[in-house]
C-alpha cells in the first residue's frame, strides 16, 4: 500500500510555498488554519485534514496527486492503474491517521476535564470543612460552577472543530449547536478565529471551575462576612463576564 511520505511531502510544501513567495502564516490564513500547523506539515510532523487536500493543491497551483505524491507529473504521463490504486489507498490511510489523531485529542480533553472536576470538587470540599461554607458556597456559587462546567463540556468535547462554509462568506455573530448557542454582538465568528474562540472557551470555563472556590474563599477571609453577604452578587456578576471577555478578545483579534 502507497503511504505518504510526511518528510518529502513537507520538503514539497515547502518548495511550493516559497515558488508562490507565501509566509507560513499567509498560507494559514488561506486555509484557515494555524502557522503551527503550516509549520508541522513542512517539518514532516504531520499532514493535513484531507479535507484541506484540495483547497491547498488550488492554493498552491498543482494537482491533489502531484501533492499525495509530492512531486510534480507531467501532462504526458498517464498513471498506471496500480499507480491510481496505491494513492486511493493514500488517501485512505491519511483520512484514518486524521481520526486517530482526533481520537487521541479528545481523549485528552475529557481527562482534562475530568481533573479540573474532580479539583474543584475536592477543593470545594476541603474549603467547606475550614468553615464559612454556608456564606460562600451559596446558591451563586453553584450556579456559576455548574454553568462555567456545562459550557467547559461543551467547548472541551462536543463544539465542531470548523465551522460551515457561509460562516466565511457572510458576517455572522452566532453559533448554535443543539442547545448551546453563543451570540456575541459586534463579532463575526469564521473559520479563522474559531479555533482561537474554542481554545479561550475552554481554558476561561475550566479555569473558572478549578479557582473560583479559592477565589471566592479569599475574598470572604480578606473582606469579611458583611462585606461578602452584601457584595457577593456583583462578584457573581464579575466572574460571569469573565467568561465572555475572553472569548471576545479571540473572535476580535483573529477575526
Known sequence: M?????????????????????????LAEKLFVSDKAVSKWERGLSLPDITLLGPLADILGV?????????RISEE???TKLEVDDLVSGSIHLSVE?????????????ICFLLCTA???????GLMRTGGGKEIFSTEFFTIEGM???????FLLFARETLPSFYDENKINYYSQGP??????????????????????RIVMMG????????????????????????????????????????????????
Not at 513537507?10 to 502564516?25: I, M, N, P, S, V
Not at 462555567?148 to 461543551?154: E, I, S, V
Open 208 to 255: 473558572i471551575v478549578v479557582f473560583n472556590p479559592l477565589f471566592s474563599f479569599l475574598l470572604f477571609k480578606i473582606l469579611g462576612a458583611a462585606w461578602w453577604g452584601r457584595y457577593r452578587g456583583y462578584v457573581s456578576l464579575a466572574v460571569v463576564l469573565c467568561t465572555f471577555i475572553p472569548l471576545v478578545v479571540a473572535a476580535k483579534k483573529n477575526e
Open 119 to 125: 479539583a474543584a470538587a475536592l477543593e470545594t470540599w
Open 98 to 110: 486524521e481520526q486517530e489523531e482526533k481520537r487521541v485529542r479528545q481523549r485528552k480533553r475529557m
Open 63 to 71: 494537482t491533489v496527486t502531484e501533492l499525495l505524491q509530492a512531486r
Open 180 to 201: 448551546f448557542r453563543i451570540h456575541i454582538a459586534g463579532v463575526h465568528f469564521n473559520n479563522k478565529n474559531w479555533p482561537h474562540v474554542l481554545r479561550a472557551g
Open 2 to 26: 502507497f503511504e505518504i511520505d510526511k518528510e518529502r511531502f513537507g520538503a514539497f510544501l515547502l518548495e511550493l510555498r516559497k515558488e508562490k513567495g507565501y509566509t507560513q502564516k499567509q
Open 77 to 79: 504521463k498517464t498513471m
Open 148 to 154: 462555567c462546567l456545562l459550557f467547559g463540556a461543551w
